[in-house]
């Protein structure tokens, strides 16, 4: 059909819309851009994504300050002696060269709205016909009295992969015998909820084998906790006795640290630990906030597009956004990512949009071929992303489908990071 | 699309509605079963004394676990059946006789199935005599009737859209790769279109054992699957 003045005006709005698109948007400087800030689980996605279903028609210029990102999940599995740090560590070389994304490895510094551009600490500002936000996490300051971010090489997060990951291991590897390692859980929401709980796990396996007269506490804001029932089970077959859990109910959520001293206050009882695995409560990365798109600490989006609900022009995904039902975890991110990217080329390209869909499903390993698994299917709503069904490893498994269970959570971790980087 | 009156009879009886027009005492007549049991005779032995041969002993095997004998070696696709729990039940039997393939990918059980509800029904009275647990099958026949609305023929010509089919399938690659590499989690490209398919509808219905699969099979549509089947069946 050729598209005179008449048909025009007689089709449809939606589909007036998508033909416009590309006109508007191509308008003035060639090819419609697109630039994702953090190339992480969101992030890289989003961008894999749209450089390779719009075939080149959209011109893709990811930001991320680091060459080689390290994946948060399995970090815990490295902490454990599962994995090798390399394991864990990804570039953006195939991006770059099989998928034609314009990697710019340098920090955003700076969001104008206005003029739809993104300034960058190097030096120089990008422009975009859309801009997707995946910067993961910050930490909320003051959240744990006595801590700050310059206290992080004494009581690390280790809530982002790397070198924080590595001096923890170091930190629990040269405790003293029977000695005391602690871990300050977060508060909801956070990033990966049974991720505190994982990582006991695995910090337990090794004391059970290097030092099993040692002493795990953790103090918890939270009166309840993701797979609780399961990690309970699992500390009580494989860790019994070496790990105690203070909840909120028990005066877990009234902590106070001092870096110097080395020393954890508990509910007024002051201990002295060895280790100090400080995780403080989270907002969403940084630059959400100088955008001008957080409502508290998180970025509101619409599920249906992972748009803000500040600026359409804006979409945000993973860790950072606060859409509804869905835990923050790498599987979200990348999920989400999928309908962002479908979303932004129906936008430019005026290609197919079809109703969004997310799935989520996360494996934790609380010991040697011991690994459990929670997922669920989530849709959009007007209001939020909207958990459909679910499902959970039931506690009592026989041991061959636990085993089965971490087998998958190895093939997943290959799926996804091939899915993410190419 | 190709075998669809194959297909049509293999779905009927993996919805466990294959006796519907059967009698209403038994699910088969076990004399015949003993003859059509010749042809399993090839592979499987039964009875006192009996033995593995090419396939393990069918002694006792309704409520028996898959692929439960140490001294039998099974394929890894029967044996990942069992490490998801799956038992041999009626349903799960009578699926696995019609197509051993669409219920247990890479089964080494190769035999094309037998597409006729009622030997499968004779096959299995049969092998009840030498279970232990004959408590596990109705007495009566299904009152269902072998029609599921969700699988017609006209279902199962749908060509799935592939743009459609594109886009479903981001949510498979989070977990299968797209490249066909195995790493604990299986390849699902480049299939038969129709194996894709029963695989799916079996996970849907959930005689395929697998907590994630299910739910994720359980909210698409059979457009959704076709998509899907000619999408991840077209790469190589
Ligand atoms: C110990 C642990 C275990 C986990 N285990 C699992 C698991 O098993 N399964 C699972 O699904 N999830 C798991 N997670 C959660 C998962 O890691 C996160 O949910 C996921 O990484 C979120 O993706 P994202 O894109 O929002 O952020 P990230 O993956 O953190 O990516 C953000 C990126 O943005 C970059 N960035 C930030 N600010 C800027 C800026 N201003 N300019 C440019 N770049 C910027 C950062 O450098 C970073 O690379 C785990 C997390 C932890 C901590």
Same mark, same amino acid.
């Given at each position: 059909?050729?598209?005179?003045?008449?048909?025009?005006?007689?089709?449809? !709005?939606?589909?007036?819309?998508?033909?416009?698109?590309p006109?508007?948007?191509?308008?003035? @400087?060639?090819?419609?851009?697109?630039?994702?800030?953090?190339?992480?689980?969101?992030?890289?996605?989003?961008?894999?994504?749209?450089?390779k279903?719009?075939k080149?028609? !959209?011109?893709?210029?990811?930001?991320?300050?680091?060459?080689?990102?390290?994946?948060?999940? #399995?970090?815990?599995?490295?902490?454990?002696? #599962?994995?090798?740090?390399s394991? /864990?560590? @990804?570039?953006?070389g195939?991006?770059?060269?099989?998928?034609?994304? =314009? +990697? +710019?490895h340098?920090?955003?510094?700076?969001?104008?709205?206005?003029?739809?551009? +993104?300034?960058?600490?190097?030096?120089?500002?990008?422009?975009?016909?859309?801009?997707?936000?995946?910067?993961?996490?910050? #930490?909320?300051?003051?959240?744990?009295p006595g801590?700050d971010?310059?206290?992080?090489?004494?009581?690390?997060?280790?809530?982002?992969?790397?070198?924080?990951?590595?001096?923890?291991?170091?930190?629990?590897?040269?405790?003293?015998?029977?000695?005391?390692?602690?871990?300050?859980?977060p508060?909801?929401?956070?990033?990966?909820?049974?991720?505190?709980?994982?990582?006991?796990?695995?910090?337990?396996?090794?004391?059970?084998?290097?030092?099993?007269?040692?002493?795990?506490?953790?103090?918890?804001?939270?009166?309840?906790?993701?797979?609780?029932?399961?990690?309970?089970?699992? &500390?009580? =077959?494989h860790?019994?006795?070496?790990?105690? &859990? !203070?909840?909120?109910?028990?005066?877990g959520d009234?902590?106070?640290?001092?870096?110097?001293?080395?020393?954890?206050?508990?509910?007024?009882?002051?201990?002295?630990?060895?280790?100090?695995?400080?995780?403080?409560?989270?907002?969403?990365g940084?630059?959400?906030?100088?955008?001008?798109?957080?409502?508290?600490?998180?970025?509101?989006?619409?599920? @249906?597009?992972?748009?803000?609900?500040?600026?359409?022009? /804006? @979409?945000?995904?993973?860790?950072?956004?606060?859409?509804?039902?869905?835990?923050?975890?790498?599987?979200?991110?990348?999920?989400?990512?999928?309908?962002?990217a479908?979303?932004?080329?129906?936008?430019?390209?005026?290609?197919?949009?079809?109703?969004?869909?997310?799935? =989520?499903?996360? &494996?934790?390993?609380?010991?040697?071929?011991?690994?459990?698994?929670?997922?669920?299917?989530?849709?959009?709503?007007?209001?939020?992303?909207a958990?459909?069904d679910?499902? !959970?490893?039931?506690?009592?498994?026989?041991?061959?489908?636990?085993?089965?269970?971490?087998?998958?959570? /190895?093939?997943?971790?290959?799926?996804?990071?091939?899915?993410?980087f190419g | 699309?190709r075998?669809?009156g194959?297909?049509?009879?293999?779905?009927?009886?993996?919805?466990?509605?294959?006796?519907?027009?059967?009698? $209403?005492?038994?699910?088969?007549?076990?004399?015949?079963?003993?003859?059509?049991?010749?042809?399993?005779g090839?592979?499987?032995?039964?009875?006192?004394?009996?033995a593995?041969? $090419?396939g393990p $002993?069918?002694?006792?095997?309704?409520f028996?676990?898959?692929?439960?004998?140490?001294?039998?070696?099974?394929?890894d696709?029967?044996?990942?059946?069992?490490?998801?729990?799956?038992?041999?039940?009626?349903?799960?039997?009578?699926?696995?006789?019609?197509?051993?393939?669409?219920?247990?990918? *890479?089964?080494?059980? $190769?035999?094309?199935?037998?597409?006729?509800?009622?030997?499968?029904?004779?096959?299995?009275?049969y092998?009840?005599?030498?279970?232990?647990?004959?408590?596990?099958?109705?007495?009566?026949?299904?009152?269902?009737?072998?029609?599921?609305?969700?699988?017609?023929?006209?279902?199962?010509?749908?060509v799935?859209?592939?743009?459609?089919?594109?886009?479903?399938?981001?949510?498979?690659?989070?977990?299968?790769?797209?490249?066909?590499?195995?790493?604990?989690?299986?390849?699902i490209? *480049?299939?038969?279109?129709?194996d894709?398919?029963?695989?799916?509808?079996?996970?849907?219905?959930?005689?395929?054992?697998?907590?994630?699969?299910?739910?994720?099979?359980?909210?698409?549509?059979?457009e959704e699957?076709?998509?899907?089947?000619?999408?991840?069946?077209?790469?190589?």
């Amino acid at each position: 059909m050729t598209i005179n003045r008449r048909t025009f005006l007689g089709t449809s !709005i939606g589909v007036a819309a998508s033909l416009s698109a590309p006109m508007v948007m191509g308008a003035g @400087h060639g090819r419609p851009k697109v630039v994702v800030i953090g190339g992480g689980a969101g992030g890289a996605t989003a961008a894999r994504y749209i450089a390779k279903d719009s075939k080149g028609a !959209i011109d893709v210029t990811l930001i991320e300050p680091t060459r080689t990102y390290y994946t948060c999940f #399995f970090s815990n599995l490295y902490m454990g002696g #599962f994995r090798e740090l390399s394991s /864990i560590g @990804h570039t953006y070389g195939k991006l770059a060269a099989d998928y034609g994304v =314009n +990697v +710019v490895h340098d920090w955003a510094v700076g969001i104008d709205r206005d003029a739809k551009t +993104v300034t960058l600490a190097g030096g120089g500002s990008l422009p975009y016909d859309r801009l997707i936000l995946s910067p993961g996490i910050d #930490f909320v300051d003051g959240a744990v009295p006595g801590w700050d971010v310059s206290a992080q090489n004494k009581m690390p997060h280790a809530y982002k992969a790397g070198s924080q990951s590595e001096l923890l291991k170091a930190q629990i590897e040269s405790m003293p015998q029977g000695g005391t390692f602690c871990m300050v859980a977060p508060p909801n929401p956070f990033r990966c909820p049974p991720g505190p709980y994982e990582r006991v796990s695995m910090v337990a396996h090794v004391l059970k084998e290097k030092n099993p007269t040692a002493k795990i506490i953790i103090a918890d804001p939270k009166a309840k906790f993701s797979k609780m029932a399961l990690f309970q089970e699992g &500390w009580g =077959n494989h860790y019994d006795g070496m790990i105690d &859990w !203070i909840g909120a109910d028990f005066g877990g959520d009234n902590v106070q640290v001092d870096p110097d001293a080395m020393t954890v206050t508990i509910d007024g009882e002051e201990t002295k630990v060895d280790v100090c695995n400080v995780i403080p409560a989270m907002k969403a990365g940084r630059i959400c906030e100088m955008a001008g798109i957080t409502d508290g600490n998180w970025a509101p989006v619409s599920g @249906h597009t992972m748009q803000s609900r500040i600026d359409e022009n /804006i @979409h945000v995904l993973g860790d950072a956004c606060a859409q509804g039902d869905m835990p923050k975890s790498g599987f979200s991110a990348n999920s989400q990512a999928k309908v962002a990217a479908m979303a932004v080329r129906g936008a430019l390209t005026g290609s197919k949009v079809f109703p969004a869909k997310f799935s =989520n499903t996360c &494996w934790s390993l609380i010991d040697t071929d011991d690994g459990v698994k929670v997922g669920a299917t989530y849709e959009a709503t007007d209001e939020k992303i909207a958990k459909v069904d679910g499902f !959970i490893s039931k506690t009592g498994e026989n041991a061959e489908l636990r085993q089965a269970t971490y087998e998958e959570s /190895i093939g997943w971790y290959a799926g996804i990071t091939s899915d993410m980087f190419g | 699309m190709r075998y669809l009156g194959g297909v049509c009879a293999a779905w009927v009886a993996l919805t466990g509605a294959a006796f519907a027009e059967e009698g $209403v005492e038994q699910i088969g007549d076990p004399v015949r079963g003993a003859e059509l049991f010749q042809v399993c005779g090839e592979c499987h032995e039964v009875g006192t004394d009996a033995a593995h041969k $090419v396939g393990p $002993v069918l002694n006792g095997i309704f409520f028996r676990k898959v692929a439960v004998f140490e001294d039998f070696e099974y394929s890894d696709g029967i044996r990942r059946a069992r490490r998801d729990g799956m038992v041999w039940d009626l349903e799960h039997l009578d699926a696995y006789l019609n197509n051993p393939k669409a219920l247990v990918s *890479g089964t080494n059980m $190769v035999f094309a199935g037998m597409p006729e509800a009622k030997d499968r029904g004779d096959v299995l009275a049969y092998l009840r005599q030498f279970s232990d647990s004959p408590q596990d099958i109705p007495e009566a026949a299904p009152t269902a009737k072998p029609v599921d609305v969700s699988l017609t023929p006209e279902t199962l010509a749908i060509v799935g859209d592939p743009d459609y089919g594109e886009y479903l399938s981001s949510e498979c690659t989070t977990c299968h790769q797209v490249d066909g590499d195995y790493d604990g989690i299986p390849a699902i490209i *480049g299939w038969y279109d129709e194996d894709f398919v029963l695989a799916m509808h079996a996970y849907k219905q959930k005689i395929r054992p697998h907590p994630v699969m299910q739910m994720l099979a359980g909210r698409l549509s059979d457009e959704e699957i076709a998509a899907l089947a000619a999408y991840f069946g077209a790469l190589e």
